[in-house]
C-alpha cells in the first residue's frame, strides 16, 4: 500500500486522523493532513482505507 495526500484539495476536517492517527495527523496552524507514514504496515491497511473513504474533500490516494 502506498498513501499520497492532495494538500490543496484537504479542508482540514480532520476525519483522517480520528480514523488513523498512526498514518495521518494535521498541521497546527491551519488543520491541513500530514502524512505521517505513506507505506503503513498491513496492520494500518483497513483504517488508511476507512480514512480515505471518509475525507470529505478525496483529498487521500491509497495505492495497492
Known amino acids: 500500500m502506498e498513501i499520497t495526500v492532495e494538500e490543496d484539495k484537504c479542508v482540514g476536517a480532520g476525519q483522517c486522523v480520528l480514523v488513523a492517527p498512526e498514518v495521518f495527523d494535521q498541521r497546527d496552524d491551519d488543520g491541513i493532513v500530514i502524512l505521517l507514514d505513506a507505506r503503513p504496515p498491513a496492520a ?6 476507512q480514512a480515505a473513504q471518509v475525507c470529505p474533500a478525496a483529498a487521500i490516494l491509497v495505492r495497492g
Open 44 to 49: 494500518q491497511h483497513d483504517a488508511t482505507r
